[in-house]
């Protein structure tokens, strides 16, 4: 029960913070990945386990194999070596995490979590810490501090909030980044991480759909929107010579509520008769290889350039997705680029040169639409979104790894009458985290995410007391997988749903039927008058 859970108590810690010693226990942990991913994936020591086992059956030079690929990284990664040095313990960070606000586990914090490696940093690779030991801060790496490694960086979303208040700018999801690479390195890692990376090298996607599986939920998806609009909507698949590739999430084509953005996708790109394809190969934008490590991250994103190029595209537009977003603008130019054979990418229909995409070639859904709306080009009638009182939440990746703030907002405040913002220290760059990314939106540790999850939720619910706000929208496919858990839970009657869901509503297409229902097949609001409290559309 949700009385249950918001009882949390900051407590200091008992006794030595150092002792490694944490309690693994259904809930509050993920599983192990299963062999045959590791297997699958190349990655070593396959094995059956779990976490609440007493033997891990690490490899026998397992120490020096964390302590080399240690090594390894300090030379390799400027920042991680940084990040080990620079803190200064100000504490800044302290109360800026969801995770620690919702359960109070003073190594939640920021800090202390990225003190788990930064004091076996000290022991092996400073001068003091290989003198004095622990009088300077520095700890002997054992089993135990491998157990509770994994516990914590399993335990953190990368989602980058704490790093938005650290006068340093040291990101701890770059820390937790790499102690998921190192806890890799033995065979420590978590099955819902490898399982959907492992499909992805198999078919191109998280799930595994196979190509004809694509290609019916595709057409499915085709047929409802022709049936809601009466027109004749076809999505050309794999198709060569098109001038734009569509890559989006595989949540957008077999889980709702994603599957009403893509219908709203398809709308769009029949009303401005966008000339595109969608790949049974590239199917994928999400890429659970960056919850695993910068290598798996780099053979997962692959895939986009090379199928943009055998299609002979001239650039590449990306659906709504999180971290997609933040593999897509930090790493895939210098990881898998440069794009030579690809053309800056331009609005066939505006004309707007899209600058900041010069390097990847790669544009996001709200930056065309909401240019595309900036332009007069769609027409549109909020009235039809009257239903929904609506609010935003910034997903981590596209506000904290892209900036991307204005535009979905600059399309909500055009597609609805009713929105309305949550408090200002949540959104934006300041957002909470749904509490279930970087590979963490699994069933078996519901408990973490309930709790990790909870600022949002608690935002949410001032809206819906205040505004009767019923519809959290976002940009991102775990979002859209996890929120509706998160807010059934601690906000009950609030839904959940895309950007382009609601402009899909919206659009007033060119000889379409009258509509009778939204794309959820709900009757479609007709209403004269905004719903509920004062619109911010209207002062827009
Ligand atoms: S805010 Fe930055 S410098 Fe201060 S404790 Fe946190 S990580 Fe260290
Ligand atoms: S990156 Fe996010 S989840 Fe990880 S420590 Fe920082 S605030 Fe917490």
Partial sequence: MPEKLVQIEPKPPRGDWRNPKVEFRKGAMCYSAAAKNLTYLGLPNARAWQPTDSDWKLPPDWKQ??????????????????????????????????????SADPKNMPVARAELIRSVY????????????SLAGGRELTEDVIKEWFYYFYQCTE????????????????????????????????????????????????????????????????????????????????????????????????????????LGYLMLFREIGLDYTVSAYASEGGNFGFFSSHEMMKRLNAKIYDEAKRLGVKWILGG??????????????????????????????????????????????????????????????????????????????????MGLLEEPRYILNHVSRNFHEMPENTIREQTFCCGSGAGLGTDENLETRLRGGFPRANAVKYVKQKYGVNLLT?????????????LE????????????????????????????????????????????????????
Avoid at 165 to 178: H, N
Avoid at 363 to 383: M, N, Q, S, Y
Avoid at 478 to 486: G, H, Q, R, S, V
Avoid at 491 to 511: D, I, Q, S
């Fill in 122 to 133: 000290r022991r092996y690779f400073t001068l003091t810490g290989r003198l004095f030991g």
């Fill in 159 to 262: 989602c980058r909030r704490c790093s938005v208040f650290c006068p340093y700018g040291i990101d701890t999801a770059e820390i937790t980044m790499m102690g998921r690479e190192l806890l890799n390195l033995i065979g420590c890692n978590i099955n819902w991480v490898l399982e959907p990376a492992a499909n992805c090298f198999r078919t191109g996607n998280h799930l595994g759909i196979q190509p004809h599986g694509f290609k019916d939920s595709i057409d499915f998806a085709a047929g409802e929107a022709a049936e809601i609009t009466g027109l004749d909507i076809e999505v050309p698949i794999n198709r060569k010579g098109a001038e734009i590739l569509f890559v989006m999430p595989s949540a957008d084509y077999f889980a709702t509520p994603h599957y009403y953005t893509l």
């Fill in 489 to 540: 839970y601690w906000v009950p009657g609030v839904e959940v749903g895309g950007v382009h869901e609601l402009l899909g509503n919206a659009l007033v297409m060119t000889g379409e039927k009258e509509r009778t229902t939204d794309l959820r097949g709900e009757p479609l609001a007709t209403a004269e008058a905004p719903v509920g409290g004062e619109s911010e559309a209207a002062h827009a």
């Fill in 320 to 401: 709504e997705c999180g971290h997609m977003w933040r593999v897509l603008h930090q790493y895939m130019d210098t990881m898998n680029g440069p794009a030579d054979f690809l053309e800056v990418p331009v609005s066939p229909v505006t004309g707007t040169v899209f600058e900041h995409a010069r390097s990847t070639k790669m544009v996001h859904i709200c930056e065309f639409t909401a240019d595309l709306i900036h332009h007069g080009k769609l027409k549109l009638d909020p009235r039809r979104n009257d239903h929904w009182n609506v609010t935003y939440h910034d997903s981590c990746n596209p506000a904290r790894g």
């Fill in 474 to 486: 976002c940009i991102c496919a775990i979002d859209k997988a996890t929120l509706p858990t998160l």
């Fill in 65 to 102: 194999i964390i302590l080399n690929g240690m090594k390894d990284r300090l030379g390799k990664y400027r920042s991680f070596r940084l990040f080990m040095d620079i803190c200064v313990r100000c504490g800044a960070c302290a109360d800026k995490c969801h995770f620690y606000l919702g």
